[in-house]
Structures are given as C-alpha cells and as structure tokens.
C-alpha cells in the first residue's frame, strides 16, 4: 500500500522515499529506455548470428571475436536487460540494482562493438549512461536544503 505524506512524496512497500515525481519519472524512462534497447540489443544478435551483410568485420581489431559469438553475447544480454526492463516497469525491487549492472555490461559490450555498428553503438552507449544515472537518481528526501 501507498501512503502520501505532507510534502506529496509517496512510500512504497520496498521502503524507498521518492525525493520528487521527477525521479519516479526518470525510473519510468530508464525502464521504457531499457525494454526498447534489450529489444534492439535481441535483433542486432540475430542480425550477427544470421553473419548479415549489415556488419563490416574491421581488420586487425584489438577485441576481434566472431561475429555469431558477438551476436550471441547481444541476444543474451538484450533478453536479460529488456527482462529487467519489463520488471522495473512492475515495480520489483530488485530490478533496480540489476539494471544498472546490465546497462554497464551493455556499455562495455556497445564499446567494443564500435567497430562494427559505430552509430548504433555510440547511441546505446549514451541510452545505458542515462539509465544508469537515472537508476542511481536520489530516492530519500536529502538533509542538504
């Protein structure tokens, strides 16, 4: 149950306080963001997997890996964060702390993949720092006014 107290912040069953509506706000758009970039992450797995002419292998790249390996690591890491997408959109406690693990393994995974999908990859790489950031936004009321 949810309870509003003087100053319209609301409680939670988990127990967490949240500082203002902008910070549900921002957890509702890491979740949406998070749903459609695992969605994105599961199709260009597929993509890789399928060895389309989409991706250009770049000679003599320091973390050169075969293209089905790298599109198995995006399948797998896609349907794991759109999974956790899905549950921060439901409200599950635990989905808050895994989010930001997987939108750091994506970061890392999107840099180098760089090489073969620049664009693409530079944008998912600033999608999962603002998932992050708005993870990590402040939930309690701070002392500092």
């Known amino acids: 149950m949810a309870s509003s107290n003087v100053t ?3 409680r939670h069953r988990a127990g967490w306080e949240a500082e203002s509506p902008w910070a549900t706000s921002w957890t509702a758009a890491a979740a949406a963001l998070m749903t459609f970039g ?3 992450a599961i199709f260009q797995g597929i993509a890789a997997i399928a060895q389309d002419d989409v991706f250009v292998a770049t000679p003599d790249y320091t973390y050169q890996f075969n293209l089905t390996g790298w599109g198995w690591l995006h399948l797998i ?5 759109t999974a956790a997408g ?7 406690a635990w989905a808050r702390a895994v989010g930001i693990t997987l939108a750091g393994l994506s970061m890392i995974a999107n840099f180098v993949w760089l090489p ?3 664009v693409w990859s530079t944008v998912l790489i600033v999608i999962d720092g603002f998932i992050i950031w708005a993870l ?3 939930r309690r009321g701070s002392s500092a006014t």
Not at 77 to 81: E, I, P, R
Not at 86 to 92: D, K, Q, T
């Open 8 to 10: 319209g912040t609301r």
């Open 38 to 40: 695992g969605i994105m």
């Open 77 to 81: 890491l896609g349907a794991l964060v």
């Open 86 to 92: 899905i549950a921060l959109f439901r409200g599950a």
């Open 116 to 118: 073969y999908y620049p």
């Open 136 to 138: 990590c936004a402040p």
